[in-house]
């Protein structure tokens, strides 16, 4: 049982409710989306395959309990849901970020899966999968990535089919895309239509600027 894994890297958690943590970070190669903001399309195609013993091998030596598997699109390669598995076996806070055009219902449940819905401006909003909305626990997050007005809107009205428990409960994240969407004017769209979600910006772009890869 083996993945291809493009980069296993420490790094400070950058999104979600978990930015600001040190965290392990697991990037697998391959990807189904070509967005049009992407700013990992090295993952496309790099990697080499280790076998998931050597991957939890390279976690363990960072010694930090929390661990994001990303990508690329992680759920392309079937051994995924079994990794995550097992570092949750093995104590460790596993967060998925997945592109949210495959099923995530064979995921861990203990994992926190962060399902991005795409987007008018991604050039992608037609591959979501819609089933992954009714397969959402509270633990979960949903991520949105804004470009424009047009988006936002898109957004908006996606949390409309959300039940009033997620709603309530779960974190949603809106991120702004840089250099295309000032946060400041979604700010004032957020708080001008009172919704409960969570400004996302990128902290590790913030800190790491020039893009380092591997940050």
Request: hydrophobic content about 30%.
């Given at each position: 049982m083996t993945l291809k894994i493009n980069e296993i890297f420490v790094s400070i958690q950058g999104e979600s409710s978990l930015a600001g943590f040190p965290c392990v970070f697991v990037r697998l190669t391959g990807c189904n989306l070509r967005c049009s903001y992407c700013d990992t399309p090295y993952a496309y195609e790099e990697g080499e395959e280790l076998t998931l013993n050597e991957v939890k091998e390279r976690i363990r030596s960072y010694r930090i309990p929390l661990v994001e598997i990303t990508g690329g699109e992680?759920?392309?390669?079937?051994?995924?849901?079994k990794l995550i598995h097992s570092l949750l076996d093995e104590g460790y806070r596993v967060l998925l970020e997945t592109n949210g055009s495959l099923d995530i219902s064979g995921v861990d449940r203990r994992c926190k899966r962060i399902v991005d819905v795409k987007l008018p401006g991604s050039g992608e909003?037609?591959?979501?999968?819609?089933d992954n909305l009714k397969a959402l626990t509270p633990m979960d997050e949903l991520k949105f990535v804004l470009s424009h007005k047009e988006d936002y809107l898109y957004a908006k009205n996606t949390l409309l089919s959300l039940s009033p428990l997620l709603l309530?409960?779960?974190?949603?994240n809106f991120s702004p895309v840089m250099g295309r969407l000032d946060a400041a004017e979604l700010s004032s769209w957020i708080l001008q239509d009172r919704l409960f979600v969570r400004l996302n910006l990128q902290?590790?772009?913030l800190i790491?600027?020039?893009g380092e890869r591997g940050r």
């Open positions: 992680p759920l392309l390669q079937a051994e995924t849901p909003e037609g591959k979501n999968n819609r309530r409960e779960m974190v949603i902290l590790h772009k790491w600027p020039q």
